[in-house]
């Protein structure tokens, strides 16, 4: 039987056939989420809420490790606080959900379901900032948010999804560029250190940057299949909607001054991220730092006479890895086959798995085979936690490595229009990856790139040689590179 036939038996679609069909292949046979009965509606199941789960625990804690404080505003917007920021309410116009009806009755004024909390929040803040010893004020929100998506995908874009939404007020400009700097920091580490992923980490371009914001910045990582995929983003407000809300404080001279404020946020969209950064033809490749189970450990026991050997053994095992704080599941169930149980654990990614018989427990070894690479070894049960500790940490930094070079290796210089042309004159489904060339154009430009080629500036990347060279456009002399590259 071939290999091609053989996975197509798991139910997976090859990424090499159809990459967005082995996407939501994976989604679902990996249990992670499921469509809901409204059209963009997801709902997430427990193992994909539990990958989730690790997600906020980790963000959560570094949050609170830079003084910001959890707080939770209403999902029930006015329709006029939005219209107080103009480019605001246009940037979101096409996504909302309003509510013209309650109780029965039509409303007064209708209400829009929470696309993103600035107009909310900020109208808070200005009851709450009256001097500068009531700032910095750092929130930080955990919500749900909708959308209303016209091409939705799961994880990726859903009508409704989850995410947090950091709001910050400062007393100085400075203070605020400092904090989106800082938070932008703290997504990258995130991304790099648990996720595994390498993004590019820059400035989104005027028409690319959030409706309200004075500056965006981003991580952009590349999928699998070479796109890019937005996957965390910090805002510099300056003073727009601290002069929409009337965010006034008295300074120290008594002078009545506008706050400068930040917002900053991440999604289940980092799921999406996660999955099609690793995984491959059998399923989910999870990092150890965020996985539901970073080991599976399958005891091999085919009647009671061998239960009665394992047992005792597997329980000490529990024992050595439980108190490593190792996130384990032990898979006992007797109704199905060992292989079975060995490729539907393959489906969900789980980083190690561990199997133990009787014939191992006479010769004082286990099995360990790792997801990322297949490899497969009979170890002693001697120091299996340090050993188990130690692969894990192998995995996670062999994960992030080969994200890495990926990324490199389909990255090009682009040093003419002409050449950008022939990067992305594949079908319009596929990807060469990213593009890196001299851009000193503008909105209209972009415009004419994205019909052309359905391709969009990513970001100027933050690490920049300075060199001079010509944009591929215009002709004219800069310094700065952008990213474009075809995209979610």
């Not at 937005?230 to 706050?259: M, P, R, V």
Request: include cysteine.
């Amino acid at each position: 039987m071939s290999k091609q036939v053989k996975d197509k038996k798991l139910g997976v679609t090859l990424q090499s056939e159809d990459y967005s069909k082995w996407y939501i292949d994976v989604v679902e046979k990996a249990e992670l989420a499921d469509y809901g009965p409204i059209k963009g509606t997801m709902v997430i199941r427990p193992y994909g809420y539990a990958l989730w789960e690790n997600i906020q625990k980790v963000l959560d804690k570094k949050f609170k490790e830079t003084n910001h404080e959890n707080a939770y505003f209403p999902m029930f917007i006015p329709m006029s606080y939005l219209q107080k920021e103009a480019e605001h309410v246009e940037g979101f116009a096409p996504e909302l959900a309003v509510v013209t009806h309650a109780g029965g009755k039509e409303l007064q004024e209708p209400m829009v379901v929470r696309p993103t909390s600035e107009t909310i929040i900020n109208s808070m803040f200005s009851k709450w900032v009256k001097s500068h010893r009531d700032l910095p004020l750092l929130i930080n929100q955990w919500a749900n948010v909708v959308r209303w998506e016209m091409r939705p995908r799961l994880f990726l874009r859903t009508t409704e999804f989850l995410w947090q939404e950091g709001h910050t007020a400062h007393a100085t400009q400075k203070e605020a560029e400092e904090e989106t700097q800082k938070m932008l920091d703290v997504y990258i580490n995130f991304a790099n250190d648990y996720a595994a992923i390498s993004p590019i980490a820059g400035q989104k371009s005027e028409s690319e940057k959030f409706a309200g914001a004075v500056k965006t910045f981003t991580i952009e990582a590349m999928m699998k299949d070479k796109k890019a995929l937005q996957s965390a983003t910090s805002h510099f407000l300056g003073q727009n909607f601290a002069k929409a809300f009337d965010i006034k404080f008295q300074g120290s001279d008594n002078k009545l001054e506008y706050a400068w404020q930040t917002s900053w946020g991440l999604s289940t969209r980092m799921i999406g991220a996660i999955i099609m950064s690793h995984g491959d033809d059998k399923g989910l490749v999870l990092p150890p730092e965020l996985a539901p189970y970073q080991v599976v450990i399958i005891p091999i026991m085919r009647n009671p006479e061998q239960a009665s050997i394992v047992a005792p053994v597997l329980e000490e095992i529990k024992k050595e890895l439980l108190s490593a704080n190792i996130r384990i599941k032990i898979d006992d169930r007797d109704n199905i086959s060992a292989g079975f149980k060995y490729n539907e654990w393959e489906m969900k990614g789980v980083p190690l798995r561990l199997e133990i018989g009787p014939k191992d427990v006479e010769n004082n070894q286990v099995v360990l085979a790792r997801r990322d690479n297949f490899e497969k070894n009979t170890v002693s049960r001697d120091g299996i936690k340090e050993r188990i500790v130690n692969l894990l940490s192998e995995i996670q930094n062999t994960l992030l490595e080969k994200n890495k070079r990926f990324r490199e290796e389909n990255t090009k210089n682009i040093n003419s229009y002409d050449e950008l042309k022939e990067f992305f004159s594949q079908t319009e489904e596929k990807s060469p990856g990213f593009a890196l060339c001299y851009w000193n154009g503008n909105s209209e430009d972009e415009k004419k790139l994205k019909e052309e080629f359905k391709i969009t500036n990513r970001c100027f990347p933050l690490e920049q040689s300075n060199e001079e060279g010509v944009c591929i456009l215009t002709g004219t002399k800069t310094s700065r590179k952008a990213i474009f590259a075809k995209s979610y």
